[in-house]
């Protein structure tokens, strides 16, 4: 079984960061993407970044040139550092490790005021 854990969310003025956290735990052979999507109120989820195991990563536009997303491998961590936040980035934050099945973390809200 794996088990997906995020951290790092919280309260930011608007033009400030954060940086998330999500470790991936448990009976893992290989992943194959890890990433994060995100879900404001009365939205549907989103893609934020996404980062597979080929090297291969994608922003949503809204956030290219502001989010960056690493990976440690040796860890099963990714975290996805935030800058030059805005309130429209206000959402829980939820991070996924694709293995043979999708696990998702618990999620991490992420509150930007203006």
């Known amino acids: 079984q794996v088990r997906v854990v995020e951290s790092g969310g919280g309260l930011v003025q608007a033009g400030g960061s954060l940086r998330l956290s999500c470790a991936a735990s448990g009976l893992i052979f290989r992943i194959y993407a890890m990433g994060w999507y995100r879900q404001a109120p009365g939205k549907q989820r989103e893609l934020v970044a996404t980062s597979t195991s080929g090297g291969s990563i994608k922003y949503a536009d809204s956030v290219k040139g502001r989010f960056t997303i690493s990976r440690d491998n040796a860890k099963n961590t990714v975290y996805l550092q935030m800058n030059s936040l805005k309130p429209e980035d206000t959402a829980v934050y939820y991070c996924?490790?694709?293995?043979?099945?999708?696990?998702w973390g618990q999620g991490t809200q992420v509150t930007v005021s203006s």
């Open positions: 996924y490790v694709a293995l043979t099945t999708i696990t």
